[in-house]
């Protein structure tokens, strides 16, 4: 049976998940917060004095830097998006990106590519934005970078081939909100996903019991079932709605 709902609006505004070092202040670079497999003595460096000069790292060495996200809102897709520091003499060598152990980049990159910046004079550096768009099953999600760097025979150090990132930002590229017939987000489920507004109709098929969002989300309802017809603004996740039926209170002097 649909319960009748008077006003459903839903705003969806900038559904940032985590972002990190996304300007040149080092309180900003949070390296910290990432597991290092590899050149763990890294830290932040600066490659230059233009904007987007400071970076974590730099790494190299076959060096592996994860993160890992948990209860990642239910969503169409997510993008992640990162600049990348090619620094010195890569040679084709290759840069991997994984969520969740998939490879969803793998960048290539010369030694003649970008312009001498920072550290050695004999080889140029680069910043290389990426944005990548991906999809996962399940609410959890690991984003490892690795690098394919100082792999030859030959005597190799960080001076000679090494990488940083900066920039590093995950959001929900297609967020949803998504109502629940029971509450902790179980039972039936009713979604809306940005574009969708011919969703946004005046009933759910279900008296909604829990609503499960991501950030960056404000969802507006009124109907005569729900906290006594008082229009309410959400912009969190609502785990158990046991006050849905609220009951109409009369003040007497």
């Not at 790494?59 to 592996?64: A, K, P």
């Not at 290759?94 to 080889?123: H, K, M, P, Q, S």
Request: hydrophobic share 35%; net charge negative; aromatic share 14%.
């Amino acid at each position: 049976m649909a319960h009748v709902i008077s006003f459903l609006k839903i705003l969806f505004l900038k559904s940032i998940i985590y972002e990190n070092c996304i300007t040149d202040d080092a309180a900003d670079c949070r390296y910290t917060d990432f597991s290092i497999v590899g050149t763990s003595n890294a830290t932040l460096e600066r490659c230059g004095s233009e904007t987007k000069n400071l970076f974590m790292g730099p790494y190299g060495f076959q060096t592996r830097v994860t993160k890992t996200f948990s209860n990642v809102p239910p969503n169409k897709q997510l993008e992640f998006s990162i600049g990348i520091w090619k620094l010195d003499s890569w040679d084709i060598e290759g840069f991997e990106i994984y969520a969740n152990d998939v490879l969803i980049e793998n960048l290539l990159l010369n030694l003649n590519e970008g312009t001498f910046i920072c550290r050695n004079d004999i080889w140029q550096d680069l910043l290389k934005p990426l944005s990548l768009k991906f999809q996962i099953t399940g609410t959890d999600l690991t984003i490892k970078l690795k690098d394919n760097l100082n792999s030859n025979s030959w005597p190799e150090d960080l001076w000679d081939e090494s990488w940083g990132f900066r920039d590093y930002i995950l959001r929900l590229s297609v967020p949803c909100v998504n109502f629940f017939s029971e509450c902790n987000y179980t039972g039936t489920l009713f979604q809306i996903c940005q574009g969708e507004q011919s969703k946004l109709q005046n009933y759910i098929p279900f008296e909604i019991k829990s609503i499960l969002m991501g950030p960056g989300i404000i969802v507006k309802l009124k109907g005569p079932n729900y906290f006594a017809g008082v229009l309410q603004e959400f912009t969190t996740s609502q785990s158990c709605l046991n006050s849905y039926k609220f009951p109409k209170v009369v003040y007497s002097e």
